[in-house]
Each structure stands twice: as structure tokens, then as C-alpha cells.
């Protein structure tokens, strides 16, 4: 874990960790609800880590996703995904997801 | 990313206050809340080069580009419907699950609240409410709600405000006692196949609206002009009429939007033009007993009746001097006005040219909605310009105007900005060039609009009378990303264009070669596939494939076609190929020394009926320098094959299996 921060990013992006940042706890468990959320709604469809991006009273939820399914399906789940969490979460959120055609696609090696 | 972990960084915070109110030429203005946003916005131009930012922005999942496999979609711009539905019912998916099971939805830590994440309550006969409860609903536009909550407060005797009772049937009025339609669901309304003109009588009689006013004590004048708005604007115009006579015995003063309705509902009482006109003037005469002004709106009422009054032969001059009327009284007029005006004039003959005044006049002008029909201005302007007047350059203008501001928002459905796209398109492709064309498809095709296959078979024509086949390859790849390969006869318009001649340049024929492989390839799955639906090709098609092979000096390629269809479809007279292109064949053949095919060839010619094939050949026998037996055996196995077709059509399939054995020996002789 220790390479979070180094040789990747980091997964949630928000000021609530600053001095004097807002709901420093609430932030934490609302992320992990929404990653929760997120491998249960899109099964086995996320190839990389949910990125969380905070940004006014926008949340973004970033990732790469398999071409698994149909892309009318995936339209689908984000038209769902966007409004249920907004409704739990009370506030805007949006979903910016890029695509593969396989989760080996995500594998990057120097030799 | 740069993790700064040593210096500590110092930050100064810059306050800044932006003023209330905002300094123009004229006058100071108060700010409203979006004001500054729409500044911001409008130093942004509209991007021609993505999508609409409803799509996700990746290669798998923009529309158009990436083809859905498993339907066949039948419009053509199913990918960016069905994408758009998409999203917009999983959207209501999860709108259904928080309605049905609020209970599990409960937390809520935002403070201040934010209604639109907060669960609605539905009221039932139960419910105690209190005039708060019908206020908060009333604000919310939840007409069901309101009617709800008003008819438990009657029931128990609650008193109401009559101010509330006013408010509550202007909103009922207004949504004409229906819920009002939810505003974060656009999607469908936006991708109806057809645009809905409603111009009839959808009020509902005896309905809350009606029995809410019956119940009021003492029926003042806004009650009765906010019902009469009511019944005008769902065209009850019977009622309407009748309450405006009862006012009038009371003596109580309307307003203008009421008689704006009365003067549209008269379309509904009268049936000539001219009878319809004298009650206009009535209602006008009273309107001014009364004092009022006419707005707007008043004189889109004129014109709508009149544009619904064309056989009258007056209509034009009436709807001439209305305009008149309009810039005398310095009124603007909405482009409603003008899609009226072009209405009742376009009906006439030569009536059209008043669409180059009316766009003299409002050219450079940006627009902002005031009129419901005036998102049918542009539609209507360009069809005008396109199918009555065909001038390219009023296109232009138009389309200039279009573009200027917010004005391209001025469509009600995509299929009626599809609709102006084709007729712009349609009109770009009878006047100009194939390369002022391709500069504007390139801007709109497909992010904008995607071309229908009739638009698409105008281009191929534009490409042919210009002599510009380079653009072939690209319009081709468009056409089978938006799947009209096979709609009406596109594949054969294009092989048509593509096999007309010889063209110098290798690597184009060699592009048309892959073109015309890549139909026969479509066309050989489609077929094979039972499953699917078959596609019915004609002969002409497959021997402009082969023409365009051996254009391409593709030989193995048209074989292969030939070998096809002695193989599948042996003896399909719809499919025979035509005798100029099999003497080609033979020659090509001969020339590449394949024996096997010449035979299949001739055999195939036989089976048809095209002797002078053998003719050719023996003309042609010294350029090839066969030798007389050679000769001899094809023509007596052809001879054969061709007594055999005549005797019986049924055993007609025979040549393709006797023209394996003989293959190799014709071989070894050579």
C-alpha cells in the first residue's frame, strides 16, 4: 500500500484532509459506501481502483471498465448509479468511466 | 503529480464581491442568480468536434462510432437514442427504488436540505393537512399532491386562504388538473420519432379545475380569467367562450392573455376564414373598450388562426397587414410570428419570397424562446428554402442565423433538427461543389447530425457530377457506421459509381476494390446467416463487384463472386450476371491463365444463356493463342450444358458440379 501516493495516485481526491478540512470521517465512509456501491452495482466490470473526486459540491467517480457488456448497458448503470448516489449522498455526482477490452489491457511493466 | 512535503506553503485569501447589479448602456440591472454563469457560457462556442456531453467520452461508448452488434437498428440515429434512453431510464430505475422503499433511503446529514434529494411525500385521505402542506405543494408544481391536500382540508373544514385557492387553481389551470410533467427527464420527449402537434381539445371537462372554481364563494375576475387561460390553452373554446360572455354581464375586466387564448379557441368556433376573422375583430374591439394593449402573443393568436385559414383567399393580405399592425404598435415579433407569416404566405403561389424579407430582417439577431411554436421557425424556413425555393444561398443565411447565439436551441425534438439538416444538406448537394459540401458534412456528420440514406444517395450524385471520388472511401465508411449499406439501394449506387470506370489512381481503385469486397462480404454473412432476414441482391450488383475487381486487377476477388454464385445461387434468374461482364471474366481469366475459372466462366454463361461468351472467345483466339482442341472441348461441353438447360431448367444446377472434373485436365492441357 505504501506505493499510494508514490508510484500511483491517490484513490479519493477531497480537501477534507487539509487542516481544517470538513467532515474528515464522514468523507472516509461515504467513500468507502460508494466503493461498496460501486463493485456490487457494476459486478466484475471495474478492471482498475474507483477514484473519488471532490469538487465543490460535485462528486466524480472515475474508473476503467471492461467492454463486457453492452454499451447500452452501461449507459444504463450510469444513468443509476449517478442518481441514486446523488440521492444518498445529497449532492451532484456524476460518473467519468474510460473502457478496455480486457482487465490484462491495465498491465504495465518496464524490462 | 508533485507531493510537496518540505516547504509550507502560505496561502492568501482574496476576498471579492461581485455587485448586486449589473451596468449596461442603459440602466442598471438587478442580477439575477445565473447571470454570471450565462456570461461565462457565452464566450464559449458550441464544440462541433464532440458529442453531446450526455455520452461518456470513450471510443467504446460514443454513439455512432462504436456499432451495436446485436440489434439491427432501424434509424438512423439509433446508437445516440438509444444510448441517451438509456441512461435516462436507469436514472428512472433508481428514481423507482427511491420511491417505493423511502425507508431505506432514510439518511439524510445535508444541512441546509436540499428538496430535490428529499423524499416527496404522497398524501393520502389520512393525512392532515394544513395550509402550509398545500402552499409547499403548490411551489413544488405537485399537482396531484395539491388536489389531494385541498380535497382532506375541505373535508375537514380547514379554512383556506382565498389567495391559496387563487393560486391553487392557477396551477391547476395551468397543468389542466394532470401532474405536471417532470422537467430532469427530458431524454424522451426529445427523441419522439415524431413531433406531436397538438391542436386540439385535450382539456378535461368537469375535472378538479372546473369543480375547484364551481366552489368558490365568490367568483371574482381572476378566477375567471385564469380558468378561461385554462380552457384556451387546452382549446376547451366552447366554455371558454361562455365564461368570457358571463364575465363580460358582470363586468369584470380580463387581461390580455385571455383574450390572446379567446382569439387561438376561435379556430374552434368558426369554420371560414372570413367568419373567423370578423369575430378576431370583435374580440380586438373589445380588448380595446377595455383598455389593453395587445402584446406579443395577441398577434401570434392572429396569425395562428389565419395560418389555420389558408384556403381564405384574404388570409395573406390579413396576415401582411397584421405585421404591419405589429411594427406600427413597435411590438416584437417572436420567430413564432415569422413561422406563421411563412405559414400562411408559403401556402400561395410565389408566397415564399417572403422568407428573403424575413431574413433580411432578423439576421444576426439572437433569439430567446417567448412562443411555443417558435421552435418550429427554422425547421419550417429551411424547408421552405429547400423544397419551394432551392437557393443556396439563403440556405446559408439561414444556417448563419442558426448559428448566431443560442439560436440552434430552437428545435422542439431531434427529429425535426434532423429534418432541417436534411433539407440543408439536400439543398448543399443540388448547388455545390462535392468540396464546399464535404467542409460542411465533415463540421455536422455525426456529432450533429447523421445523414439519412436518402441525403447520402444526393451526395454520391453530387460526388458523380463533380468527378470527385476521392470522397468515396470516406462516404462509404460513414455509410456503413450509420448501417444504411442496405437501405433502399445505397450498396447499389455505390458500386454503380465506383464500377463506372477505370480509375488511374492505384490506391483509389484499390480503396473501391476493398469497398466493393467488403459488400460482397456483408452480403455473403447476411445471407448465410438463416436466422437474419436475407438481403436480395441483384445480378447488376454482383457484376459491377466483379467489374470493379477487375477494374482493380483483383482477379481472385471476382472469381470468388463467380464462384459464389455458381455455388449458391445456381439458378436464380434475379441474380444472373450480365454477358458484357463475363466476356471480361473469360479475358481476365485467359490472361492470368486460370483455366478453372474460365471454364466456370463459360459454364456459367451457358447456364444463363449468354453464348455470344463463347463467341468472344473464339474471336478473340488469336490474342490468346489457344490451341484448336482446346477450343473444341469448351465449346462441345458448353454446347452440352446448354441442351441440357434447355430440356429441363431443373437440373440446371448440374454445372457447377461437372465443372469440377474437367478443371484439371483443362489445366494439364495448358
Known amino acids: 500500500m505504501y506505493k499510494i501516493g508514490f508510484t500511483k495516485t491517490w484513490n479519493s481526491w477531497n ?4 487542516l481544517d478540512g470538513l467532515r474528515k470521517s464522514e468523507t472516509a465512509v461515504e467513500d468507502l459506501f460508494i466503493r461498496k456501491f460501486i463493485s456490487g452495482t457494476w459486478h466484475r466490470l471495474f478492471a482498475s481502483e474507483v477514484i473519488i473526486k471532490r469538487r465543490a459540491n460535485t462528486i466524480i467517480i472515475g474508473g476503467i ?22 440521492y444518498v449522498l445529497k449532492c451532484n455526482v456524476k460518473m467519468e468511466i474510460q473502457t478496455v477490452e480486457s482487465k490484462e489491457e491495465l498491465i504495465v511493466k518496464y524490462v | ?64 462510432k462504436s456499432v451495436d452488434v446485436v440489434s439491427f437498428t432501424l434509424f438512423a440515429k439509433s446508437s445516440f437514442r438509444a444510448y441517451a434512453l438509456s441512461k435516462e431510464s436507469g436514472r428512472k430505475a433508481a428514481r423507482y427504488f427511491l420511491n417505493t422503499y423511502p425507508e431505506l433511503f432514510f439518511r439524510d446529514d445535508a444541512e ?86 397538438i391542436v386540439r381539445r385535450t ?81 380586438l374591439r373589445d380588448m380595446s373598450q377595455y383598455n389593453l ?89 429551411m424547408h421552405v428554402c429547400c423544397n419551394f425555393l432551392s437557393d443556396v444561398e439563403l440556405g446559408y443565411r439561414i444556417h448563419n442565423l442558426l448559428s448566431t447565439g443560442q439560436n440552434h436551441k430552437f428545435f ?118 438463416v436466422k437474419i432476414f436475407p438481403l436480395h441482391v441483384k445480378g447488376e450488383m454482383y457484376s459491377k463487384m466483379i467489374l470493379i475487381f477487375l477494374n482493380g486487377k483483383d482477379f481472385e476477388k471476382a472469381s470468388a463472386v463467380l464462384k459464389y454464385l455458381v455455388k449458391e445461387k445456381p439458378n436464380d434468374p434475379a441474380t444472373f450476371i450480365e454477358g458484357q461482364t463475363l466476356k471480361l471474366l473469360c479475358d481476365a481469366s485467359l490472361e492470368n491463365k486460370m483455366m478453372n475459372t474460365l471454364k466456370q466462366t463459360i459454364d456459367y454463361a451457358s447456364v444463363i444463356g449468354c453464348a455470344d461468351v463463347i463467341k468472344h472467345i473464339i474471336e478473340n483466339n488469336e490474342k490468346y493463342s489457344l490451341s484448336e482442341e482446346f477450343i473444341e472441348k469448351f465449346i462441345q461441353s458448353s454446347n452440352l450444358e446448354a441442351a441440357k438447360e434447355d430440356s429441363s431448367s431443373s437440373e440446371s444446377s448440374e454445372p457447377s458440379e461437372t465443372s469440377e472434373s474437367p478443371d484439371e485436365s483443362s489445366d494439364e492441357e495448358k
Not at chain 2, 372554481?213 to 365568490?218: E, G, H, N
Not at chain 2, 378566477?223 to 364575465?247: D, H, V
Not at chain 2, 381564405?312 to 413564432?336: D, G, H, R, Y
Request: net charge negative; hydrophobic share 40%; with cysteine.
Open chain 1, 65 to 86: 471498465v471492461v467492454r463486457s457488456i453492452l454499451p447500452r448497458k452501461m449507459y444504463f448503470l450510469i444513468g443509476f448509479t449517478e442518481e441514486l448516489l446523488s
Open chain 2, 412 to 529: 422542439s425534438t431531434a427529429y425535426s433538427e434532423a429534418v432541417y439538416y436534411r433539407n440543408f444538406f439536400s439543398l448543399l448537394c443540388l448547388s455545390e461543389s462535392t468540396d464546399t459540401l464535404m467542409d460542411v458534412y465533415n463540421k455536422y456528420v455525426p456529432n450533429i447530425y447523421i445523414p439519412e440514406a436518402k441525403v447520402m444517395q444526393q451526395i454520391l450524385q453530387n460526388i458523380e457530377l463533380y468527378d470527385t471520388y476521392h470522397y468515396i472511401p470516406q462516404i462509404f465508411s460513414d455509410i456503413t457506421t450509420f448501417q444504411l449499406s442496405f437501405r433502399g439501394d445505397l450498396a447499389d449506387t455505390v458500386l454503380t459509381l465506383i464500377a463506372k470506370k477505370k480509375h488511374q489512381d492505384e490506391n483509389l481503385q484499390k480503396q473501391f476494390v476493398a469497398i466493393a469486397w467488403s459488400l460482397f462480404n456483408t452480403i455473403v454473412e447476411r445471407n448465410s446467416n
Open chain 2, 293 to 381: 394593449k395587445p402584446n406579443v402573443n395577441t398577434f401570434n393568436a392572429i396569425l395562428f388562426v389565419l395560418s389555420r385559414s389558408t384556403g381564405w383567399n384574404k388570409a395573406s393580405n390579413i396576415a401582411l397587414n397584421t405585421f404591419a399592425e405589429m411594427k406600427l404598435l413597435n411590438v416584437q415579433p417572436s420567430l413564432a410570428s415569422y413561422y406563421y407569416l411563412l405559414l400562411v404566405l408559403s401556402s400561395k403561389n410565389n408566397g415564399s419570397n417572403i422568407l428573403y424579407e424575413i431574413v433580411r430582417e432578423i439576421e444576426g439577431k439572437s433569439f430567446a424562446i417567448k412562443h411555443p411554436a417558435d421552435v418550429n421557425f427554422f425547421e419550417y424556413a
Open chain 2, 203 to 283: 382539456w378535461q371537462d368537469g375535472e378538479f379545475a372546473e369543480q375547484l372554481f364551481d366552489s368558490l364563494p365568490k367568483k371574482d375576475a381572476r378566477a375567471y380569467c385564469t380558468l378561461i387561460q385554462g380552457m384556451g390553452k387546452y382549446f376547451q373554446a366552447g366554455k371558454a367562450f361562455k365564461l368570457y360572455e358571463e364575465m363580460k354581464e358582470l363586468n369584470y375586466s380580463p387581461t390580455v392573455a385571455v383574450f390572446n387564448y379567446l382569439i387561438e379557441n376561435v379556430v374552434f368556433i368558426q369554420e371560414s376564414g372570413e367568419l373567423r376573422f370578423e369575430m378576431i375583430t370583435k374580440l
Open chain 1, 15 to 18: 480537501t477534507s484532509n487539509l
Open chain 2, 1 to 64: 503529480m508533485i507531493v510537496n512535503t518540505g516547504s509550507v506553503s502560505t496561502f492568501t485569501f482574496v476576498s471579492f464581491s461581485i455587485p448586486k447589479f449589473i451596468l449596461s448602456s442603459f440602466d442598471y440591472y438587478y442580477r439575477g442568480p445565473t447571470d454570471i454563469l450565462k456570461a461565462l457560457a457565452s464566450t464559449v462556442s458550441r464544440d462541433f468536434t464532440a458529442a453531446h456531453y450526455k455520452y461518456m467520452d470513450d471510443p467504446f461508448l460514443l454513439p455512432s
Open chain 2, 112 to 197: 441546509p436540505k436540499v428538496p430535490a434529494f428529499c423524499y416527496r411525500e404522497l398524501y393520502d385521505e389520512n393525512t392532515d393537512n394544513t395550509e402550509d402542506d398545500l402552499r409547499d405543494c403548490i411551489a413544488n408544481r405537485d399537482v396531484p399532491n395539491c388536489i389531494i391536500a385541498y380535497n382532506n382540508m375541505e373535508a375537514k373544514d380547514v379554512k383556506i386562504n382565498p389567495e391559496l385557492k387563487q393560486s391553487l387553481l392557477e396551477l391547476v389551470c395551468f397543468y389542466n388538473s394532470k401532474e405536471a410533467r417532470d422537467e430532469e427527464f427530458l431524454e424522451e420527449e426529445w427523441f419522439q420519432s415524431k413531433k406531436e402537434n
